[in-house]
């Protein structure tokens, strides 16, 4: 795993988002189409507003890009507040010139008998594309990526899950207490992740600290999924001087 150090969030993001710039435009030098796999939560969100910058200040386009989403919780109407697909759109899909139909991000309002079907579905579309070019990720504190939760198997697929009760709590204040925050979700197996080209993990403050020293020095083990990125041959994580002052 190569690590990166930046002083900040801020000009980590600033960093990220030009290097997926720098992807983008390299397909689209090619007449190809870009494949991103994208991150919710708060470790990303000055990467898309980055990104937004870019393309508002830069001309950088979106027209040739894809994007899969990592995960949203079950069940979650896509209007909620705390809706995955809200958020992306929000803070990135509503200000650049992205194709709506090209942003993909599950859908946690369908019936519970249709999910197997509607993740091997989202998988295959991953495919036809040839893959993920780019995998955007979060860490969460007890090492899960994506919402794959300790205990799941690298060559997991996408489905639904039960999230931990650290991911529970860590959701409750957005969801006004833990008893409105979802049991389940909706999540990129670990294989897939595994299979894109690169991966760029996000990690900001000292309350990551303790999770990144076990995912990349620790024993790869799937009760640290983020562990199993030590076996990827292409992936950085990106940190600040906080998340990174466990590091040996
Ligand atoms: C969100 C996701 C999660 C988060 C992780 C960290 O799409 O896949 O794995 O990346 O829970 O969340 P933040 O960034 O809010 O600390």
């Known amino acids: 795993i190569n690590t990166s150090i930046f002083e900040n969030a801020k000009k980590g993001s600033i960093a990220v988002a030009q290097q997926i710039a720098n992807v983008i435009k390299d397909k689209q030098a090619k007449g190809e189409k870009c494949v991103l796999g994208l991150a919710t939560g708060s470790s990303p969100r000055d990467v898309y507003a980055e990104l937004v910058k870019l393309h508002k200040n830069e001309g950088l386009s979106f027209k ?13 109407d896509e209007n909620s507040v705390n809706s995955y697909r809200r958020f992306m759109r929000e803070a990135l899909f509503n200000h650049v010139d992205i194709d709506a139909d090209n942003c993909h991000v599950p859908d946690g309002s369908l019936d ?4 197997q079907e509607y993740c091997t579905a989202y998988e295959s579309k991953i495919e036809k594309l040839g893959g993920i070019d780019l995998q955007l990720l979060g860490i969460g504190s ?16 996408t489905r639904l ?4 009760y650290s991911t529970r709590l ?17 999540t990129l197996g670990v294989k897939k992740i595994m299979e894109a080209k690169e991966v760029i993990l996000l990690a900001w403050g000292e309350g990551k600290s303790a999770i990144i020293n076990k995912a990349v020095e620790g024993t790869v083990t799937n009760q640290v999924p983020a562990s199993f ?4 041959n292409n992936v950085t994580f990106v940190v600040d001087r906080e998340a990174s002052s466990r590091l040996t």
């Open 64 to 76: 040739n890009v894809i994007t899969f989403n990592l995960d949203e919780y079950y069940p979650m």
């Open 112 to 115: 519970k008998d249709k999910i």
């Open 142 to 157: 007890n090492g899960h990526i994506g919402f794959n939760e300790s205990g799941s198997l690298q060559n997991s697929k």
């Open 161 to 164: 899950v039960a999230l931990d």
């Open 170 to 186: 860590a959701a409750s204040k957005d969801f006004g207490g833990l008893s409105n925050t979802p049991k389940t979700a909706i």
């Open 229 to 232: 990125l030590q076996e990827h």
